[in-house]
């Protein structure tokens, strides 16, 4: 094989992502120095150089195929991840209390299968409820009496809420209610995937508290 094809050859199956040749241009620029820079040059007759052709457009093939494996493994590691299409059709009617002041009354969990709101029982005290969407039953959660504004976490497994004061936090299938810090006057929230919750309030700049619980603190300064 002559070595310019021989070269081209080894850069293109090189096992280093980093190392290895990414198009034609890096190809066709690794010929020319390798013409340039042996020591030995070795005349090509005719047939010697369509072999050489030959073994140029083989190593441009294999080049080509490794590129389209490699893009179609990028692409495949970066699309989205494709959920099921959900279509929803739920009527509360009575059930949920829209009457709140302090954020929406109504949550729906990040992975699509359950429903949250702020409902009121027959004494007119208001509490949270919770229902999978594919049920039409709902289910009150203990220890939530006073909730307003529910929202998840992005695990999809806590619900979170503001009631006396406080803020909240209770699993969705129910138990003791979780309180996270003081929280008055508070105005809507938002869990993160860093375990951190952001909430608003009327009192004070936009606050951080760790989704465990603890002293709340200015977000970076954030208003």
């Given at each position: 094989m002559p070595r310019e094809a021989r070269r081209l050859l080894e850069e293109c199956l090189q096992k280093d992502p980093k190392?290895?040749?990414?198009?034609?241009?890096?190809?066709?620029?690794?010929?020319?120095?390798?013409?340039?820079?042996?020591?030995?040059?070795?005349?090509?007759?005719?047939?010697?150089?369509?072999?050489l052709v030959a073994w140029i457009a083989a190593a441009a093939a294999v080049l080509a195929i490794g590129l389209v494996g490699v893009s179609w493994?990028?692409?495949?590691?970066?699309?989205?991840?494709?959920?099921?299409?959900m279509r929803l059709t739920d009527d509360l009617d009575a059930e949920v209390f829209l009457d709140a002041q302090n954020g929406p009354a109504v949550a729906i969990s990040p992975n699509g299968a359950r429903l949250a709101y702020v409902s009121r029982g027959s004494d007119g005290k208001t509490h949270l409820s919770a229902r999978l969407l594919e049920s039409s039953k709902s289910t009150a959660l203990s220890g939530t009496e006073g909730a307003a504004a529910p929202f998840f976490s992005p695990d999809s497994r806590w619900?979170?809420?503001?009631?006396?004061?406080?803020?909240?936090?209770?699993s969705v299938e129910g138990g003791a209610a979780v309180t996270l810090c003081d929280a008055a006057s508070a105005r809507g929230a938002?869990?993160?995937?860093?375990?951190?919750?952001?909430?608003?309030?009327?009192?004070?700049?936009?606050?951080?508290?760790?989704?465990?619980?603890?002293?709340?603190?200015?977000?970076?300064?954030?208003r």
């Open positions: 190392q290895r040749l990414r198009d034609i241009g890096d190809a066709k620029r690794l010929m020319e120095s390798g013409a340039s820079s042996d020591a030995v040059t070795v005349p090509l007759g005719g047939t010697t150089s369509r072999r493994i990028a692409y495949r590691a970066t699309r989205p991840v494709e959920r099921p299409l619900i979170a809420f503001f009631a006396d004061q406080k803020l909240k936090k209770i938002f869990w993160g995937e860093d375990g951190n919750i952001l909430f608003s309030s009327q009192r004070t700049p936009l606050m951080r508290v760790s989704s465990s619980g603890g002293t709340p603190h200015p977000a970076n300064g954030i």
